[in-house]
Nanobody, 117 residues
Framework: VQLVESGGGLVQPGGSLRLSCAASGFTFNNYHMMWYRQAPGKERELVATISNVGYSTNYADAVKGRFTISRDNAKNTVYLQMNSLKFEDTAVYYC???????????WGQGTQVTVSS
């Protein structure tokens, strides 16, 4: 099982980034997918959720209207489009897969997003 995030980097406030998480080793469309983030000195927090077939999405209040989660089940990939980035969006972003049938729960290694001028 692997979840590999990519797309992080350094961006100025107001800029955009698109994170990707490529999944392998499990049946992707049997898993809800989440993006979490963890800023230095803070607890990991849930950013966005998408259901296993993509019909339902949810967002943390802090990112609503700025971030969009999506998935392509044909490519076993989940995305996080991040627009209007703020300093406080700086964090390591993690991809998480949670089975709709079992307690299986997988994590990626994280990708750093830094918003700085």
């Amino acid at each position: 099982v692997q979840l590999v995030e990519s797309g992080g980097g350094l961006v100025q406030p107001g800029g955009s980034l698109r994170l990707s998480c490529a999944a392998s080793g499990f049946t992707f469309n049997n898993y809800h997918m989440m993006w979490y983030r963890q800023a230095p000195g803070k607890e990991r927090e849930l950013v966005a959720t998408i259901s296993n077939v993509g019909y339902s999405t949810n967002y943390a209040d802090a990112v609503k209207g700025r971030f969009t989660i999506s998935r392509d089940n044909a490519k076993n990939t989940v995305y996080l489009q991040m627009n209007s980035l703020k300093f406080e969006d700086t964090a390591v972003y993690y991809c998480n897969a949670r089975s709709i049938w079992t307690r299986d729960d997988y994590w990626g290694q994280g990708t750093q997003v830094t918003v700085s001028s």
